[in-house]
């Protein structure tokens, strides 16, 4: 199945009946609705809310079918080619003035969009993204588009995002190399980096930075040791929210990025252990 289907009813006085239209092999296909009154069909009357309707530009060439927002920016995903006048193929930015491409866009048709962070993630019936292999889902991270390892074996309809999870949902029964009946997860780690400058002279955890933040923050932490180390994050309730280190750790200096996309809006507490040392610090996710 290469295509979705949408449906909408045609509502008749005293019964309901559907009618369906083909639109050409290449477009998804939509059933249509009007509204009949007997065998009139009546006319749209203005609506004082009418006003608030307005054009973002001069639109698309063709169906939109997926929307999402990230800031102040909306990205729309669909069949079209042309967005606001310009080359855009299947996927395009609003940045509240005009139309933008992002890349050289896709190949097939959008049918899901989601956004994490910096991060815009796209799934549909595409093979290549900005010029670069993707099975039907693929990463814009502002500048350029990336694969999700080997992707779907079959087109991607729907994302969600929670925390460094993204949940995929289609007409797949492979995503990677596993087995996945119509859902699977991609789950992205937060991001660690070592500094390698001296070694410290004792364990320290830093305020977090930035902070209050939206949506990342860098934790910093340092340990004189060899040994496991292990970094949570918290709500106010005590419930752990991630996991964001647990490994063995050399003696350094590390960095760790949390992305907060997911979450609501609060205070939070992250806690370093490492050997006998246990310190805590709050930290505020502001939306």
């Known amino acids: 199945m290469k295509h979705l289907v949408f449906l909408s009813a045609i509502l008749v006085l005293g019964s309901i009946s559907v009618n369906a239209q083909e639109s050409p092999a290449s477009e998804p296909r939509f059933i249509r609705s009007r509204v009949h009154a007997g065998s009139t069909q009546t006319a749209a009357t203005l609506d004082t809310d009418d006003v608030y309707w307005s054009a973002l530009g001069n639109g698309m060439n063709s169906f939109v079918t997926a929307l999402a927002t990230g800031g102040s920016e909306l990205y729309a995903g669909g069949i079209f080619d042309t967005a606001g006048g310009l080359s855009a193929n299947r996927v395009a930015k609003w940045n509240g ?89 991609w789950s992205r780690p937060p991001t660690s980096v070592e500094e390698r400058n001296a070694t410290p002279e004792k364990f320290r955890l830093e305020q977090n930075y930035p902070n209050p933040f939206n949506p990342e923050t860098n934790i910093k932490y340092q340990i004189p040791s060899t040994g496991n180390v292990m970094l949570k994050l918290y709500d106010m309730l005590g419930r752990e929210v991630a996991m964001l280190v647990n490994e063995h750790k050399s003696p350094g200096t590390y960095t760790m990025t949390w992305d907060a996309s997911g979450h609501s809006s609060g205070i939070y507490f992250y806690r370093l252990t490492a050997g006998s040392f246990v310190e805590t610090k709050k930290l505020v996710l502001v939306r």
């Open 97 to 185: 003035v005009q139309w933008l491409p992002l890349g050289s866009g896709m190949d097939s048709d959008v049918f899901a969009l989601a956004v994490s962070g910096s991060n815009l993630y796209a799934g549909g019936h595409f093979t290549v993204a900005g010029g670069v292999s993707a099975n039907r889902i693929a990463k814009w991270n502002g500048t350029q588009w990336s694969r999700l390892g080997s992707g779907t074996n079959e087109d991607v309809t729907s994302l969600a995002v929670s925390g460094n999870n993204l949940f995929v949902g289609g007409l797949f029964t492979t995503a990677g190399v596993t087995p996945s009946s119509f859902i699977a997860r």
